[in-house]
């Protein structure tokens, strides 16, 4: 039977806290705001996101603490809540942190996208102005 003396054993302590936190650092990246637009356009399916609007939703789910379900969903790992999070965001422009009430975008939320019926209250186009309305 081998036994460590002191020295071997605050050694191999330090080897295995280490290696651990080697590991443990090194497992998830952090996501950054290109990474968040990537994920948005991959939920949302859509490629011309304001990626300004993206990185102040992102300040948003990290303030809000959602930074290791990011890097899940971002690995693909279903976060079905979060998702809808993030939908939401995208959606009513609205920032996803309830302590810092912000409109990020207003008036290119997607919900006026997704209504073209209608534009955003307060905002009206060029060519509504140049003609006559019809009776």
Known sequence: MVLLGRRGFV??????????SGLRLH?????????FLA???????????????????LQGFLAMGDEEALNALAEGLPQPELE??????WYTGLSPDPSNPEAVTYGSALVWQAMSY???PGFCAVEDWSEAPVL
């Not at 497992?27 to 990474?35: E, Q, V, Y």
């Not at 948005?40 to 990626?51: F, G, I, M, T, V």
């Open 11 to 20: 050694f191999c302590g330090v080897v295995v806290l280490a290696s651990w």
């Open 27 to 35: 497992a998830a990246p952090s996501i950054d705001a290109n990474g």
């Open 39 to 57: 994920l948005s356009k991959k939920l949302l399916q859509r490629e011309n996101l304001d990626a300004e609007a993206a990185a102040k939703f």
């Open 84 to 89: 809808e999070r993030i939908l939401v965001a």
């Open 118 to 120: 209608t534009k955003a």
